[in-house]
C-alpha cells in the first residue's frame, strides 16, 4: 500500500514539473485597431522576424505581408515563411500581418453579385460589395497603424487572398494597384457577378502603376477527391467557374505578361481549398525567386572576401532594389557565421563580418562586443578596448564589460 501510495506521489510529482516545464509555442500576437470607417472594432494578427522580437529597436526594414482570411490562413502561411526564410533562406524575413473576419462577405467582396440559390441565397449576396470600404479601411487606417509601431519598408508590401479574398486582391491590383507590390490570388471565385473581373483587366489603361509589380494566381481543378474519384473531372460549381479562371488567366496573360513579373499556375490535383497551402508556398518563392542567400559552407572560406561574401551582400542590395528601401544584411546571421570563424581561427574573415554589423548597425551591442573578440584574439587590444567600452555604452548588462574589467 505505502509502495502505491509513494508511485502515486511520483507521479503526480513529476507531472506537476513537467507542467511547470512546458511552455506555449508561440507564432504572433494579437492586437486591435479601431475602425471609423467600418464603425467596428477590427482585431489583426501579427508575426515579427525572431530578431525583431528580440531587438525591438532595431534599424532593419522588413517587407510587410498582409493575409485576407486571416482565422485560416494566417498560421499555414507564416509557418511557409519560417520554413523558408530561416534555414532556407530563399526568401527574406517579414512582418506578417493577418486581417480576420469580421463580416466576409461585405468585406471582401468587392461588388454585389446576383442571388444563385442554393450555393448564393439572397441573405448572403445582400450584404456584399463593401470590399473598397474594406480597402479603404486597411489603406488609411491599418496599414499606416502598422507602419508607424513597427521597422517596415513602407514602399514594399504583399497581399494574399483565397476565394473570394483572391477576387478581392485581384480588384485591388487592376483598381488599387499602387496600395500593394506583390499580390498573390489562389483559386479566386473569377465567377462572381458575372465574371466581372475578366471585363475590369479586359479595359483598364496600362501605365507606369503597374512597372514593378508581381502577380502570382494558383487555380484549382478539382474540388474534391471524392467527386474525382466518382469521375468528375474538375470543379464547375457555381456553373462556369472552370471558364471564367481560364479566360481571366488568358487576358492577364495577353495583356500584362511582358508588363509585370507573371505567374498563373494550374493545379489540377488541388481543390478549393487544399490549394492555399500549396499556392502560398509556391507564390511567395514566386515573388521573391531574385533572392537566394548563399549557403556558408566549408568551402565558403576559400577566397571569402570576394566570393561568399560578396555574393551575400549582392544578394541585399538586390532585394532593396526590387523593395525601393534599404534592406541590410542580417546580423544575427553573420554574427553565427563571424562565431563559426572565429572557432577555425579565421580571424580576419570573421572581422571582415563582424565590421559589416557595426557599420550597418551601429546602436548593436552584440555587434561591438563580437567585434571586440575578433580584436582581442588578433591581440589588438587597444582596439578590443575601445570596441568593449562601446558595447557597454549602449548596454551596461553587456558581456563586454567584464571583459574591459579583466
Not at 532593396?320 to 541590410?328: D, F, L, R
Not at 570573421?350 to 552584440?366: C, D, G, W
Request: charged share 25%.
Amino acid at each position: 500500500m505505502k509502495t502505491h501510495i509513494l508511485l502515486s506521489l511520483l507521479f503526480i510529482y513529476s507531472s506537476f514539473l513537467l507542467a511547470q516545464e512546458s511552455k506555449p509555442i508561440e507564432i504572433g500576437f494579437t492586437n486591435t485597431i479601431y475602425s471609423e470607417i467600418l464603425n467596428e472594432e477590427r482585431e489583426y494578427f501579427i508575426y515579427l522576424p525572431n530578431e525583431l522580437k528580440t531587438n525591438p529597436e532595431t534599424i532593419q526594414n522588413y517587407p510587410v505581408t498582409y493575409v485576407l482570411d486571416a482565422e485560416h490562413y494566417f498560421i499555414p502561411f507564416v509557418g511557409h515563411l519560417e520554413s523558408l526564410s530561416s534555414a532556407h533562406m530563399l526568401i527574406p524575413r517579414m512582418i506578417v500581418i493577418g486581417i480576420p473576419n469580421t463580416n466576409r462577405w461585405r468585406d471582401l467582396a468587392p461588388t454585389t453579385t446576383p442571388p444563385n440559390p442554393p450555393y448564393l441565397p439572397e441573405f448572403i449576396t445582400s450584404q456584399a460589395g463593401g470590399g473598397d470600404k474594406f480597402l479603404d479601411f486597411v489603406e488609411k487606417e491599418l496599414i499606416p497603424e502598422i507602419e508607424k509601431n513597427y521597422p517596415a519598408a513602407i514602399s514594399h508590401r504583399t497581399l494574399i487572398g483565397h476565394s473570394l479574398g483572391g477576387i478581392l486582391a485581384l480588384h485591388t491590383f487592376i483598381n488599387r494597384t499602387d496600395l500593394f507590390d506583390n499580390y498573390i490570388a489562389t483559386d479566386p471565385a473569377v465567377w462572381w457577378n458575372d465574371q466581372y473581373l475578366i471585363d475590369e483587366f479586359k479595359e483598364k489603361p496600362i501605365d507606369s502603376r503597374f512597372s514593378k509589380k508581381s502577380l502570382f494566381i494558383g487555380n484549382a481543378n478539382y474540388i474534391t477527391g471524392y467527386e474525382k474519384r466518382q469521375g468528375s473531372i474538375a470543379e464547375d460549381y457555381p456553373e462556369g467557374s472552370m471558364e471564367a479562371k481560364t479566360k481571366l488567366a488568358a487576358v492577364i496573360q495577353d495583356r500584362f505578361g511582358d508588363q509585370i513579373r507573371l505567374k498563373i499556375k494550374e493545379y489540377p490535383d488541388e481543390n478549393h481549398m487544399t490549394v492555399v497551402h500549396i499556392g502560398q508556398y509556391e507564390g511567395i518563392r514566386f515573388l521573391y525567386d531574385y533572392f537566394n542567400l548563399p549557403t556558408f559552407l566549408p568551402s565558403s572560406v576559400e577566397n571569402f572576401e570576394d566570393g561568399f561574401l560578396q555574393d551575400y551582400t549582392e544578394q541585399f542590395e538586390n532585394l532593396s532594389y526590387h523593395a525601393g528601401a534599404e534592406i541590410k544584411p542580417y546580423e544575427d546571421n553573420l554574427g553565427v557565421i563571424g562565431f563559426f570563424l572565429m572557432s577555425m581561427n579565421l580571424i580576419e574573415e570573421a572581422e571582415a563580418l563582424y565590421k559589416i554589423n557595426t557599420r550597418n548597425f551601429p546602436e548593436s551591442y552584440q555587434a561591438w562586443n563580437a567585434l571586440g573578440d575578433c580584436y582581442a584574439a588578433q591581440g589588438e587590444m587597444e582596439k578590443a578596448k575601445k570596441a568593449y567600452e562601446k558595447s557597454v555604452a549602449l548596454n551596461k548588462e553587456s558581456p563586454a564589460r567584464e571583459k574591459l574589467q579583466e
